[in-house]
């Protein structure tokens, strides 16, 4: 008997899914996964953004999801070939729900079901309009009322928020406020940006002037429009600025700069919040429905307080503030910390003619960009994949469709061929003192920043400074305190100062919610980011999804958006759908809602 191709038994597979789900037996469905299998659903099911782990969660997700979600029609993708490898058969499937339509992958093992990604790609009914839907744009005919698009466009700008309400209030305007303000401009729902700075971007060009992107141009792509196929690899920071307000502009957002978020307050019985902002110099009350915090996975900035800070007689900054070197030629800096922020600081000081030194207080992981963008990132995000046939989209979709349980499985064989390349790097980093580490279970990069966001320097050249001595390195030891001119480590060092950058990190992103609506409301979400590993600044227990992201919080109404440009971009579309849903009245029965298990 001839074997079964990859095509055939994906068919057999979702055949037998489908009918069992449309049937509504729930032990046929669930007798399809291996015992040890995993569900993700990103909205379509769970109207959440959930992880079921084993039979168990998945038959409990069932019961509870199943009559109304109302699946059917699975199907396997004809455009897209299933392939089989090392025992697993992988393929790609469309599908609906009574409200929806869906899209999805699935991995077998032995004939079972080992891994299941379902996604909401439109719902029924309330298309973008793009491709055959796309507007018409000219208006032919005769109409002596007629209005130009231009005229439109000033009149929606000049309401909304005034004489009309927006649905949502997006408070940030940074790629994440951005991106998703593009989704539900698509989805016609009426939104408005709040920025603090004067123009979309600014709050890259206002970094250090050294800053450009570590991830490249494959992964950092926002919705609907890709990059250029000249753009470079790694973008310089006022690129990524200007990038950022043509798209504003383009996309036609309402983006409200220079405008400073003061309060919001939500009213249980009105089921709407009281948003005041400041906007050309007058307070103007904002009642939308929903309210985003897209204020990036980087919460308020973590400056240490250390005694001796009042009597210190030079410049003290946050990374987040630092303007970059040309002020401080000759001048003696210590740059607290050494992640990515603190070695771009660092070599960028060195490099305008200051004596920099480095205070390492733990480890840190390090990973060569040359070797993390072939071997980490090369399959889905690069001018190969591309070459190969991968597209964004099928990009975005197979990295979500490893659930975070075992994601670390297929990264330690990753971090382990990269670290037998760059051995003598690694070697001479750790000759000259520097403190290195490959995550908790040598999953390296990506779980690092899964897990707590930090922790990880992804080197573009300071490395070659710290190595041949050029950035000075102290490491093993925390700041004791400052003088009027020194800083002071525990061991006893005395490091002179012009300077000190505290390239400390963020808290929790809830921390904004405590600032804008209450502590009582940022105590009731609880922490934001992080998997609940039980690993370094992320405990557990497991959460098996990014903590509050994209999803309902337990304060009804109010959601966080964020993360690099790859996230922005991808979780966006689930967000957007979830609040489009809620704006047109669509029954959104949400399972697993978010746990509180850590204040931030």
């Known amino acids: 008997m001839l074997e079964e191709s990859p095509s055939t038994r994906i068919d057999s597979a979702l055949a037998k899914l489908g009918r069992a789900i449309e049937q509504g037996d729930i032990e046929a469905a669930v007798n399809l996964f291996q015992a040890d299998c995993y569900w993700r ?38 455009n897209e070939q299933a392939s089989g490898a090392d025992g697993v058969t992988d393929g790609w499937f469309e599908f609906e729900t009574d409200v929806a339509r869906g899209y999805g992958h699935i991995r077998l093992k032995n004939g079972l079901i080992w891994t299941l990604l379902t996604t909401m790609t439109e719902l ?80 890259w060009r206002r970094r250090y002037k050294s800053l450009c992107l570590h991830d490249p141009v494959w992964y950092d792509h926002l919705p609907y429009i890709p990059f250029p196929e000249n753009w470079p690899v790694f973008a310089p920071k006022d690129k990524i600025g200007d990038w950022l307000e043509m798209y504003t502009r383009v996309m ?63 410049e003290q900054q946050h990374s987040s503030e630092h303007p970059g070197p040309d002020a401080y030629r000759d001048k003696k800096v210590v740059v607290i910390g050494s992640n990515n922020s603190a070695h771009d600081i660092c070599a ?13 207080r733990s480890s840190t992981h390090i990973v060569r960009s040359d070797t993390l963008m072939d071997i980490g990132l ?27 349980r075992i994601m670390h499985e297929f990264q330690i064989p990753l971090y382990e061929k990269m670290r037998e390349r760059d051995a003598k790097f690694y070697a001479d980093l750790e000759k000259a003192g520097f403190m290195l580490d490959w995550g908790a279970d040598g999953s390296g990069l990506f779980m690092k920043y899964l897990r707590r966001g930090s922790g990880y320097y992804i080197d573009v050249g300071a490395c070659d400074l710290v190595i041949d001595g050029s950035i000075k390195l102290k490491s093993g030891s925390d700041v004791s305190h400052l003088t009027e001119d020194a800083v002071v480590l525990k061991d006893g060092t005395e490091i002179p100062a012009d300077l000190v950058v505290y390239a400390t990190g963020y808290g929790s992103m809830n921390g904004w919610a405590a600032d804008l609506i209450s502590k009582e409301v940022a105590d009731k979400v609880g922490k934001v980011w992080g998997l609940g590993s039980d690993t370094p600044k992320d405990p557990g227990p497991w959460e098996g999804e990014q903590r509050n992201m994209w999803k309902p919080t337990q304060q009804e109404a109010l959601w966080f958006h964020g993360g690099n440009l790859h996230q922005s971009r991808h979780y966006s579309q689930y967000l957007s759908l979830q609040l489009k849903a809620r704006c047109e009245g669509i029954p959104t029965p949400v399972y697993g809602l978010q746990e509180r298990h850590h204040l931030g």
């Open 41 to 78: 659903d990103l909205v379509t099911f769970t109207w959440n953004i959930r992880t079921m782990e084993g039979r168990d969660q998945i038959r409990d997700m069932l019961t509870s999801q199943l009559a109304v979600v109302k699946p059917a029609q699975f199907r396997q993708d004809a």
């Open 124 to 203: 029924k009914g309330y298309e973008e309009p793009k491709g055959l839907r796309r507007p018409l744009g000219a208006e032919h005919g005769h109409d002596p009322n007629r209005r130009t698009w231009k005229e439109k466009r000033e009149r929606e700008a000049a309401e909304l928020g005034y004489a009309a309400q927006p649905y949502v209030v997006i408070i940030g305007g940074g790629q994440g406020g951005i991106a998703l303000g593009a989704r539900l401009r698509q989805l016609n729902v009426p939104a408005i940006i709040i920025e603090k700075n004067e123009r979309p971007g600014d709050s």
């Open 252 to 314: 036609e957002l309402n983006y409200w700069g220079s405008t400073t978020c003061k309060s919001a307050k939500y009213d249980e019985e009105a089921k709407e919040w009281s948003v005041v902002v400041e906007r050309n110099g007058e307070e103007v009350l904002l009642r939308p429905k929903q309210l985003v915090l897209a204020t990036g996975i980087s919460g308020k900035p973590n400056i240490p307080k250390l005694k001796g800070q009042d009597v210190f007689k030079g």
């Open 348 to 360: 960028a000081l060195w490099e305008g003619g200051a004596d920099v030194t480095m205070v390492q």
């Open 378 to 404: 090369g399959d889905l995000y690069s001018e190969r994949a591309v070459a190969a046939g991968m597209t964004t989209r099928k990009a975005d979709l197979i990295f979500a469709s490893l659930p975070y």
